[in-house]
Nanobody
C-alpha cells in the first residue's frame, strides 16, 4: 500500500511560482513511478507530468512544457512539481499518483492517488 499526501497549493498571481509536494508512505515508493494530474472546474482530469521510479525518465504535458518540472527525492519519499510562469489556465486541483508502471501513471490508471491540492492563479 502507498499513501499519498499533496501539499503546497494556494493562491498565486499570474507569472508566479509554486512548488507542490507529494509525500508518500509505504515501502513500495522507491519502486513506483510517480506523476501529477490536474482537474480544472468543469473539465476532465488531465495529465501533467510523470517520473520513473529511478528518476531517469520524465514526461511533461505540452501545455506546461518549459514551465513545470517534476522531480523526486527517495530519501524523503517525496515527489515535487515545480511550477513557474503560472497562468490562469493552470488553476485546478492537482493530484499525485503512483503506480509500479511508468506508462500506467501517464495513462491515468495508477493504483494510488492523493486527495489533491488546490492551485488558484489570479490574473
Amino acid at each position: 500500500q502507498v499513501q499519498l499526501v499533496e501539499s503546497g497549493g494556494g493562491l498565486v498571481q499570474a507569472g508566479g511560482s509554486l512548488r507542490l509536494s507529494c509525500a508518500a508512505s509505504g515501502r513500495t515508493f522507491s519502486n513506483n513511478a510517480m506523476g501529477w494530474f490536474r482537474q480544472a472546474p468543469g473539465k476532465e482530469r488531465e495529465f501533467v507530468a510523470a517520473i520513473s521510479y529511478g528518476g531517469g525518465l520524465t514526461r511533461v504535458a505540452d501545455p506546461v512544457k518549459g514551465r513545470f518540472t517534476i522531480s523526486r527525492d527517495h530519501a524523503k519519499n517525496t515527489v515535487y512539481l515545480q511550477m513557474n510562469s503560472l497562468k490562469s489556465e493552470d488553476t485546478a486541483v492537482y493530484y499525485c499518483v503512483s503506480d509500479f508502471t511508468y506508462s500506467t501513471v501517464i495513462a491515468g490508471y495508477g493504483d494510488y492517488w492523493g486527495k489533491g491540492t488546490l492551485v488558484t492563479v489570479s490574473s
